[in-house]
């Protein structure tokens, strides 16, 4: 009704959107499409940023039985071309004029698209090309006019919606080779949606702040369509620069995100510690033991004893408190996704009151398969299969789902849907294992293991995870694969080497000149060794030399995907005569 559904900020501060007028902006939506003459199955692409409009596209593109194909904003104009022309979309909404542009680009080889939506109030004359453009304002009035006209019709055309009827094509990041679009049904997303809240508490009074591309299937489901389901607030972060600054003036309750947002605020709560000053540090490192204590008493199934749990009350008071404040003062918990978690990180932030459960899924399983919970969680596993969701290991390590939240395959590919999808169950092509409790723990992707020239085999994730908790390192890629041993290009975290440069009085131009230092090219090998020590790294698996990188890998250069994960051919054909070079004697 008339409670809130929405936050989004306008003029400098957050407005609500109640659920009622939510549902008015969804039919209007869904009324213009059919008075396009969009028809059943239609694809519909839908390229923009999150905000409330997403959400009035996707839902009004669902109400009237199409398909939608969410395509990133970062994505060039060649690439949306080809999600349309894959597609075979008839119809695209964007978000704003420099989106337009770039869909005007793309459409030039797109000869299936009619029709261009911009949630832009105004468009500039020249880009609406004829009948092609309208805005989302003109779509909603037509909308209006529509269902004034054809009272009921709406409700009847939703009525007919089943649900192994397709609801979206979400083309994959693509690490490897173009994008594969993946199929997933209305009881994909809803079966997803019911299994996960009966694991997790999630309610009318919670708050989950939107900042992951609704592009990707973990913020379309588990931060958006789950808080649908559980009737719980939306709010919507400015961007991903701004998300510190939403979390304070939104307050949520709950929110998802990638390891590397929990790996940032552990960094700069380490580095603060660091430079802290007397009684303060000494404080702060105090309350650090403490939470190393408290994890390990959750790890041996064991509550903290009378001390401990006295000491844990002060720390939350004396430390822990002000990183609630800076979290925005209400946060119950957070859901990490999208790539492995350092363990480290999931013992200090459940220690602080903060805990992060660590799910797992893919694209293909909409996406969750499975999450630690309040009720079970194990450090170091992504938790156990959620409720409808069976999980086995195959013969080779790989992990193999099924259950009503899998895709029924890749559209219009069915060599890979064949390849993938074998006898029911679908190969995930992740590297795992389930311990006696029913825990799954990933070890590595498949197609990432590095047979060195020794004949070992190395799950490289691991050793870089381990490698980025330094805080002098912001990113790893490990390599190796035949060759005699481990090498890795690292990108160092610019800031704090900035600051080790001033305080030892290192002269620099520019990064590149910075990392070249042999001051500087000592201070990481040192915090390699001392991770290789610390972690008892066996001999085969260290990294015996590496390339010391002056800028991060870069989503516009595709080293990264939009998810950031990293596009490890990439890389390596960007850096190979670096690499080959400290293979030679």
């Known amino acids: ?191 997803n949606c019911a299994a996960t809240a009966s694991v997790n508490v999630i309610g009318h009074q919670d708050i989950a702040l939107s900042h992951l591309p609704l592009s990707h299937v973990l913020e379309r489901m588990a931060g958006y369509y789950l808080m649908i389901y559980a009737g719980a607030t939306i709010a919507y972060a400015e961007s991903i620069d701004a998300v510190a600054g939403n979390m304070v003036e939104v307050g949520p309750t709950v929110m998802i995100s990638v390891p590397r947002l929990y790996e940032k605020i552990y960094t700069r709560i380490q580095e603060g510690a660091r430079q802290s000053k007397g009684l303060r540090r000494r404080i702060v ?89 309040p009720a079970h969680l194990r450090f170091g596993t992504v938790g156990r299969p959620i409720p409808g969701v069976e999980i086995k290991i195959a013969a080779d390590g790989e992990i193999l789902a099924r259950g009503p939240n899998v895709s029924p395959g890749y559209y219009r590919n069915p060599e890979a849907t064949r390849e993938a999808f074998v006898d029911g169950w679908f190969h995930t092509g992740d590297i795992g294992e389930i311990d006696a409790d029913g825990y799954l723990k990933i070890t590595d992707r498949k197609k990432d293991l590095i047979v060195t020239a020794g004949g070992k085999n190395i799950a490289p994730q691991h050793l870089e995870n381990l490698l980025k908790m330094d805080p002098y390192i912001s990113e790893v890629m490990l390599y190796g694969d035949r060759r005699k041993f481990i090498a890795a290009l690292i990108v160092p975290d610019f800031e704090l080497l900035a ?36 972690h008892d790294i066996p001999g085969y698996e260290q990294v015996k030399k590496f390339v010391l990188l002056g800028n991060n890998f870069s989503m516009d250069l595709e080293e990264v995907t939009p998810t950031l994960k990293l596009r490890r051919k990439i890389v390596t054909a960007k850096y190979q005569q670096q690499l080959d070079a400290l293979y030679e004697e």
């Open 499 to 534: 600051a080790y440069a001033l305080e030892h009085d290192i002269l620099y131009q520019d990064f590149d000149e910075l990392v070249a230092d042999p001051l500087i090219v000592r201070l990481i090998e040192d915090r390699i060794r001392q991770v290789h020590e610390q």
């Open 285 to 373: 490192s105090w309350s650090f033991r403490v939470a190393e204590q408290l994890a390990a008493c959750h790890d041996a199934g064991r509550k903290p004893g009378a001390w401990l749990a006295w000491q844990q009350s002060l720390a939350r008071k004396l430390v822990f408190s002000k990183l609630g404040e800076k979290l925005g003062g209400r946060m119950k918990y957070f859901v990490s996704g999208g790539a492995p978690l350092p363990r480290k990180i999931a013992e200090f932030f459940y220690a602080t009151g903060y805990p992060i459960y660590e799910g797992y899924g893919l694209t293909e399983t909409s996406p969750v398969l499975a999450v630690n919970t």
């Open 1 to 191: 009704g008339d409670e809130r559904g929405l936050m989004v900020k306008k003029a400098g501060r957050y407005v609500d959107i109640s659920w009622k007028e939510w549902a008015g902006e969804v039919e209007r939506v869904a009324g213009g499409l059919l008075a396009l003459g969009v028809r059943q199955g239609e694809r519909i692409g839908l390229l923009a940023e999150n905000c409330p409009e997403w959400s009035f596209a996707d839902l009004g593109i669902l109400s009237c039985h199409a398909v939608d194909v969410p395509v990133y904003p970062t994505n060039k104009a060649s690439q949306v071309a080809y999600l349309m022309n894959n597609s075979e979309a008839s119809t695209i909404f964007v978000s704003t004029v420099d989106q337009l542009r770039k869909t005007l680009e793309a459409a030039a080889s797109c000869p299936q698209l009619r029709k261009i939506i911009v949630f832009a109030a105004q468009v500039p004359a020249e880009l609406r090309r004829g009948e092609l453009v309208m805005t989302l304002a003109e779509l909603q009035e037509t909308g209006r006019q529509w269902l004034a006209a054809n009272p009921g019709r709406l409700e009847g055309i939703r009525g007919q919606i089943d649900e192994d009827d397709l609801a979206t094509i979400i083309y994959t990041s693509g690490t490897t080779g173009d994008p594969k679009g993946v199929m997933l049904t209305h009881k994909n997303f809803y079966s």
